[in-house]
């Protein structure tokens, strides 16, 4: 028998893991000795600890451990594979986050876009056909307002846009939507931040699939943001005869 700073040297852990062990019941004492309160350790309890940590070295939690320390072989096999999926997840999350910040290295950005689901929205609207974006600040309403323009870029020409009204004004529905947002920061012009966000998205092969808001919104200390959202789907590829011509 061995006491529990004996166990814990000879398999690498320390007497507080131990204890917890214990505590909720993963591995208990073969004994305790009553008037001195030490633990006592035998070989049963050594082989289920190596057992514990080899579980834990395959991505296990404690808690799932808990439940499949002696459970049969098919509850542990549901729980690796579960693990596994978490793990994959978290693969692709890190990935996507180091290819996120090798781009913004790469490629300096006055704007953090972020993806997001939003809900359905129905705005009273005045239509405008803009001949050059330095136009939409005259004709654009003191905030809140939005503004939606109908563009993919920067503008070579007349574009279509609209602003939200009060009253006497057209209705616009627009659906529950796939959207990549971006605060403007207060530095940073907004014809600027839209450049910045459509060549954001044509990086990620991303495309335009509705008008782009832009919204000013007010809080309770007068202060202003500007957000821009643009509703996106996947770049749609060409097709494999035509790519192959190009």
């Not at 705005?123 to 001949?131: E, G, P």
């Not at 202060?223 to 060409?238: G, I, M």
């Amino acid at each position: 028998m061995w006491r529990i700073g004996d166990l814990a040297r000879m398999v690498g852990v320390s007497e507080r893991t131990l204890r917890h062990y214990d505590k909720i019941g993963l591995l208990a004492p073969a004994a305790v000795d009553r008037a001195t309160g030490y633990r006592w350790y035998g070989v049963t309890e050594l082989a289920r600890l190596e057992r514990i940590r080899g579980l834990q070295h395959l991505g296990l939690s404690l808690r799932q451990i808990t439940d499949v320390l002696d459970a049969p072989d098919a509850h542990l096999r549901q729980a690796l594979a579960e693990t596994v999926a978490a793990l994959r997840r978290d693969i692709a999350a890190k990935a996507a986050a180091v290819a996120a910040a090798e781009d913004r290295l790469a490629t300096p950005t006055s704007v953090l876009p972020q993806r997001a689901t939003v809900g359905a929205r129905r705005l009273r609207v005045r239509h405008l056909s803009i001949a050059h974006p330095s136009e939409l600040a005259a004709l654009c309403p003191p905030p809140p307002t939005t503004l939606l323009t109908w563009l993919s870029g920067q503008p070579t020409g007349n574009f279509a846009a609209a602003v939200t009204v009060d009253r006497a004004g057209e209705w616009l529905d627009l659906p529950a939507r796939s959207v990549v947002r971006a605060v403007v920061p207060p530095a940073t012009g907004v014809v600027r931040a839209g450049l910045d966000l459509f060549d954001w998205l044509h990086r990620r092969g991303l495309t335009v699939a509705g008008p782009t808001l832009e919204e000013h919104l007010v809080d309770a200390d007068h202060a202003v943001a500007t957000v821009l959202e643009v509703p996106v789907r996947p770049a749609t590829p060409l097709p494999a005869s035509r790519s192959a011509s190009l």
